[in-house]
């Protein structure tokens, strides 16, 4: 059984910095790509940023300069490291390990970030 953990929410004021972990555990098949989508009220999930094994990172263009992904593949876990954050930075945000067989998402967490 897969299950993704993840931590690190809450509410910042804008400007502010939070970080995001998402530990994977179970049986997977050489996980390849670990992410971070988001979900504002209302609107679609969007991907937020991956980052592949072997360390290719990919970011939505709105988040560009100002988060980085980073992950430990010893541990399983990937990190979202969110600087200068803006209200429109508010959502749930949702891990995201992609394997050999099938993706799976993590429960999500909540940023929400005060004008």
């Known amino acids: 059984q897969v299950q993704l953990v993840e931590s690190g929410g809450g509410l910042v004021q804008a400007g502010g910095s939070l970080r995001l972990s998402c530990a994977a555990s179970?049986?997977?098949?050489?996980?390849?790509?670990m992410g971070w989508h988001r979900q504002a009220l209302g609107k679609q999930r969007e991907l937020v940023a991956t980052?592949?094994?072997?360390?290719?990172?990919n970011f939505a263009a709105s988040v560009k300069g100002r988060f980085t992904i980073s992950r430990d593949n010893a541990k399983n876990t990937v990190y979202l490291h969110m600087n200068s954050l803006r209200p429109e930075d508010t959502g749930v945000y949702y891990c995201?390990?992609?394997?050999?067989?099938?993706?799976?998402w993590g429960q999500g967490t909540q940023v929400t970030v005060s004008s």
């Open positions: 980052i592949t094994r072997g360390g290719i990172t």
């Open positions: 179970g049986s997977f098949y050489s996980i390849n790509v």
């Open positions: 995201n390990v992609v394997d050999l067989t099938a993706a799976y």
